[in-house]
C-alpha cells in the first residue's frame, strides 16, 4: 500500500499547474491565442455550414484544409520564399500571398466539391444511413492523408517564411506584431463576408432554405444539389484562407496529418459557438484559441493544447450542447 | 363479413410475394444458414467441433499459400489476426449493433494495455498483481471511461459521439507522453504474462511464442461470442437493433434507448481494454506509440469490411485487416490507404459488408415454428423458397380462444369500464410563436373508441405527441389511470401504459415481423443485462413467452403467416397490422392509433374497422386519429373534433354529424369525403 508520502509524490507525477507562468505570459498568451483562433474560425465555418445544411460531420473538411496548405506551400517555393525571411519588397510579398492565397482556395474548393461527388452524393442518392455518411466520411479523411503521405512521405514541408513580423502596438508590455493583426483582421473581414452572404443573397436565401427543409426548399424551386455544392466550396474556400493564415502562424506544420488536429479544434470550436450557426463559429473560435493558450502554459507543455480542446468540447456537450450562441443556420434571420 | 382481411390487397401481394418470401434467412449466405438451421443438434455440433479443431491447429497447420512471407513469423501472424477479430468484435457491438461510431476505439485498447503494465511492469510503483487479474480490471477501467464519455455524449444525436470519441483516442495518446507517470516513451518492460513454463523451464507465454498466445486469445474470443449471442438474443439485442434502426420509434415502443447505448458503448469498450490487456501481455512492453488514431480507423474498416452488425462478420474481417499486411508485404506501406478506401467503397456499394447475414434476434428460434402451429394451425414463411401464396388469414379465423387469451393480458386497470381513463387536461403546445395546440380539454372512458378528427394541421398528432412524451406541452396535463405522464420520458410512459402507431408507418425494417412484436413485448420485460448475458432462469422464461405472444398477436391481427419475414418486405396493409401488433405487445391500457387507414381501400378499410372493434372488445380503449369520416363514423363510440388547435366539440357520431360548428369548419358541404 501507498503511505501519505509516496501518494503525494504519485500526484505529483500526474498533472503540475503552473500558475505564475500564466500571470507572466498573460497577454501574449491572449494575443497569440486569438490568432489562432481567428484560423480555428476559419475551418469551422467549413464544419458549421455543411453541418448545417446536410446534418453531417465532413471529417475530410480537415483534408480540405491541408490540401489548400500544400499549394499554399508549392506557391511561395516556387515564388522564391523559404526557410529564411524573404528579401522581396512589401507590395512583392503581399502580391504572392495573395496568389498564394488564391491557390490555397481553388486547390481547397476543388478538394471539396470532389470529396461531395464522389463521396456523398452517391449516398445521398441511396438515401443511406447516417452512419454510412459518416463512415464514408472518415474514410475519404483516411484516403486523402494517405495520398499524400505516399506522395510527400512522412516529413514535414520544409519551412516557409513569408515575413518578418513587425512590432505595431505595445498593449500591457506585451508587443502585437503584423502577422497577429494581418490573420485577426483577414479572418474576422471574412466571416463577416460569409455572414451577410449568408443573410442577403439569393444563394444565402438558398441554404438556410435547404438547410431548414430540404424538401420543401426542393418543392419551392431551390436547386438542392447546387446549394450542397455551393456550400462545400464555401467552406473549402474559407479553409483555403485559414492554411495561408496557417502557413503564416506555423511555417513548418505542414505534413499529411496535419489538418487532423486543427479539425478537431475547429470542430470544437464550432460547438462551442454553436453548430450550425456562423457568428458562434467566430466566437467559439477565438474562446477555444484562448482557452487553449491558457491551459497549454499553465499545464506547461504545448501538447496540451490539444487536450485541454478535446475537454472543453465535451464540458460544452455535457452542459449546453446547442453552444453558446446557439441558433442554427436554418433560423438566421435575414 | 370479408374472408380474408386483406381481400383488397390479394393483387398487390401477388407481386410482393417474390420480396415476401426474403424472410431471417436474408442474404450472401441465407440459403447456407437455413440448411444449417435444419441439421440435427448433433451433426451442428459435430462440424463445429470441427471446425475449433481446425481452428486452434492453425498456427502448426501453417498452410501453403495461406502462410505469411518471410519476415513475418505466421504464428504471431496468427496472434495478431485474433488480436484483430477480439478488436472487432468488440467495436462491432458498438459501431455494427447499436449504430453508434466510434472512432477512438484504439483509446479504449491503450487503456487496456496501461492497466496491464501498470499493475505488473517492475518499471511500475504500483502494487503488482498476477498477470491474469488485469483482464478484468482492465475491462472495469475501460467500461469507467467509456462511461464517462458515454452519457454527456449518447444523450446527443450520434454524431457527436463520433467526434468525442475521435478526439478521446488522440487524447489518451497526448496524456501518455504528457503525464509523467506513464513514461511517455520510454514505457514499461516485462509485463506480465499468464504463469506456467515448459519442460525445458523456459516461460510458455513469452513475447515470441505466437502460438500459446494465439490460443489464449482464440478462447477468449469463443467466451466473447458466446456472451455476446446471449445478449443478441435478448431484449438487449433487440434494443441495439431497434435504435440503430429508428431510435425514436424504439423509444416510444418502451426501449430506454439511452441506457442500452450506454451498455453497448460500455461493453464495447470493456472488450477493447481486454484486447489491450492481451496485446500488453504478449509484446512485453507498452509505451506512447502504437495508440494512434490510424489503428482506430483500421479497427473501424475491420468492423465494416467484415459485415457491421454481424460478430463472425467482424471477426472475418478483423483477421482479414491484420493478415492481408502480414501476407502481402507489397502491400504493407498502402494498407491504410487501402482500408480507407475501403471504407468509402463498402459504404457506397455494399453497406452490410463481406458476411451480410443478419443476427438471429430470439433465443427461441427453433420453436417458432412448433408454436405458430399450435396456436393458429399455420407455420410461418420460413422456407426460403417455398410460394407464399397461400391466403392469409383472416381475423375470425385465426382468433381462437387460446390465442385471444394470450393476445389479451392480465393488467391491471385502475378505472371501471365507462369511467375516464385518460384526461387530457388544458393541454397546449407551442413551437416558438406557434400555437399548435391551445388548452384543449377532453377525457377517454376506458373501453371507448375515441375519434379525434379535425382538417390538416389542426393539431391531431401534436396533441397524440404530447400525449406520448414526444413534446413537452406548454401548459395543461395528461394523465393516464389517474397519474400524470408530463415530464416522463417516451419509454416510461409507454410502460405507464400508452402505445401509438405512427402516421408514417415506423417498424423496424431489419427486423421480422415477430421480433419486432417482441420489442413491443420488451416493455414489459424485466430481464436485465446480465440476466441475459448469463442466461437466467427469468430471462429464459419471458424469451419463451415472446414468441408465444408474438405469435399470437400476429395471428390477432391476421398476419401470422408473415412472422418470419422482415418488416420492410411486408405488404404495406401487413406493415399497418404489424405497428399495431406491436403497439398491442406494449400491453397498453391506451392504444392511440396514428391514421392506421392510410392508404387503404375501402374493402381494406372495413377490414380494418373490425379489427379495431375486435381489439376494443379485447378490453383496450381507443385512440383513433383518422381522416377518413366513413371509418371514423362507423367505428368510434365518440369524436373530439379539432381545429386550428382548439376544440370545437365533442359527442357521439351522430351528434357530431350534425354539429354545424363542424360541417362549417371541416365537412364543408360534402358530409363524407371518402377518402384519405
Known sequence: MLDPQTAFVAADEWIRLDWAALAGNFWSATFDGLTFGAIYALVALGYTLVYGVLNLINFAHSEVFIVGAYAVVFTLTGLGFGPSPPTFSVVGIIGALVLACLFAMLASAVTAFILERVAYRPLRHRSAPRLAFLITAIGMSFVIQYLIFIWRGPNPEPAVIMFQPIPIFDVFGTIIDSQQIIIVVAAVVMMVFVDQLIRRTKLGRGIRAVAQDPDTATLMGVNKERIIVATFIIGGVLAGAAALFYVMKIPSGVLYYGGFVLGIKAFTAAVLGGIGNVRGALLGGFLLGLIGNYGQILLGNAQWTDVVSFVVLVLVLMIRPEGILGTNLSKVRA | ???????????????????????????????????????????????????????????????????????????????????????????????????????????????????????????????????????????????????????????????????????????????????????????????????????????????????????????????????????????????????????????????????????????????????????????????????????????????????????????????????????????????????????VVMMIFRPQGLLGTRSQLLANARTIGATARRLIGAAPAVEVDADATAAPLSVEEAVTEEVADIVAPDRTVETAVGENLAEIKDLSVTFGGLTALDHVSFDIRRGEILGLIGPNGAGKTTCFNAMTGVYAPSSGDVTLDGTSVIGRAQHSITRLGIARTFQNIRLFGEMTALENVVVGLDARHRTGTWGALFRAPRHRREERESIERGLAL?????????????????????????????????????????????????????????????????????????????????????????????????????????????????????ADDGSA
Not at chain 2, 208 to 230: H, R
Open chain 2, 1 to 343: 363479413m370479408m374472408s380474408t382481411p386483406l381481400g383488397g390487397a390479394a393483387a398487390t401481394q401477388a407481386i410482393t410475394d417474390t420480396q415476401a418470401t426474403e424472410s431471417r434467412y436474408s442474404g450472401r449466405f441465407g440459403h447456407l444458414r437455413h440448411r444449417w438451421e435444419q441439421f440435427p443438434r448433433w451433426q451442428q455440433w459435430f462440424v463445429l467441433a470441427l471446425f475449433a479443431v481446425l481452428l486452434y491447429a492453425l498456427p502448426i497447420l501453417n498452410p501453403p499459400f495461406i502462410t505469411t512471407e518471410p519476415g513475418n513469423d505466421w504464428q504471431l501472424a496468427c496472434f495478431d489476426m485474433a488480436r484483430f477479430a477480439l478488436i472487432a468484435l468488440g467495436l462491432n457491438v458498438v459501431v455494427g449493433q447499436a449504430g453508434l461510431l466510434d472512432l477512438g476505439y484504439v483509446g479504449f485498447f491503450a487503456v487496456g494495455s496501461y492497466v496491464a503494465a501498470l499493475w505488473t511492469s517492475p518499471d511500475s510503483t504500483y502494487i503488482h498483481i498476477p498477470y491474469l487479474w488485469t483482464l478484468p480490471l482492465a475491462m472495469v477501467v475501460t467500461v469507467f471511461f467509456g462511461v464517462v464519455l458515454g452519457i454527456p455524449t449518447l444523450r446527443l444525436r450520434g454524431d457527436y459521439l463520433a467526434i468525442v470519441t475521435l478526439g478521446f483516442g488522440e487524447i489518451i495518446r497526448l496524456l501518455a507522453t504528457l503525464i509523467p507517470a506513464l513514461k511517455g516513451q520510454v514505457g514499461f518492460q516485462n509485463v506480465g504474462a499468464p504463469p506456467g513454463t515448459d519442460a525445458a523451464g523456459r516461460e510458455i507465454f513469452n513475447n515470441s511464442a505466437g502460438t500459446p498466445w494465439y490460443w489464449f486469445t482464440v478462447t477468449i474470443i469463443i467466451i466473447v461470442i458466446m456472451l455476446l449471442t446471449n445478449l443478441e438474443r435478448s431484449r438487449v439485442g433487440r434494443a441495439w437493433i431497434a435504435i440503430r434502426e429508428d431510435e425514436d420509434a424504439a423509444e416510444i415502443m418502451g426501449v430506454p434507448t439511452f441506457r442500452f447505448k450506454i451498455w453497448a458503448f460500455g461493453i464495447g469498450a470493456a472488450i477493447g481494454g481486454l484486447s489491450g490487456a492481451v496485446f500488453a501481455g504478449q509484446v512485453g512492453f507498452v509505451n506512447n506509440q502504437k495508440f494512434d488514431v490510424q489503428t482506430s480507423i483500421l479497427f473501424l474498416a475491420a468492423v465494416v469490411l467484415g459485415g457491421s452488425g454481424n460478430k463472425y462478420g467482424a471477426v472475418l474481417g478483423g483477421a482479414l485487416v491484420s493478415y492481408i499486411p502480414l501476407r502481402f508485404t507489397a502491400v504493407a506501406d498502402y494498407k491504410y490507404l487501402i482500408f480507407g478506401a475501403a471504407l
Open chain 2, 554 to 670: 400476429l395471428g390477432f391481427v391476421g398476419i401470422a403467416d408473415r412472422a418470419e419475414v422482415l418488416a420492410r418486405n411486408l405488404p404495406y396493409g401487413y406493415q399497418r397490422r404489424l405497428e399495431i401488433a406491436r403497439a398491442l405487445a406494449t400491453e397498453p391500457k391506451l392504444l392511440c392509433l396514428d391514421e392506421p387507414a392510410a392508404g387503404f381501400n375501402p374493402a381494406e378499410k372495413d377490414e380494418l374497422m373490425e379489427l379495431i372493434r375486435t381489439i376494443r372488445d379485447d378490453g383496450y380503449t381507443i385512440l383513433l386519429i383518422e381522416h377518413d369520416m366513413r371509418l371514423v363514423m362507423g367505428v368510434t363510440d365518440r369524436i373530439v373534433v379539432l381545429e386550428f388547435g382548439k376544440k370545437i366539440a365533442e359527442g357521439a357520431p351522430a351528434e357530431i354529424r350534425n354539429d354545424p360548428a363542424v360541417i362549417a369548419a371541416y365537412l364543408g358541404e360534402e
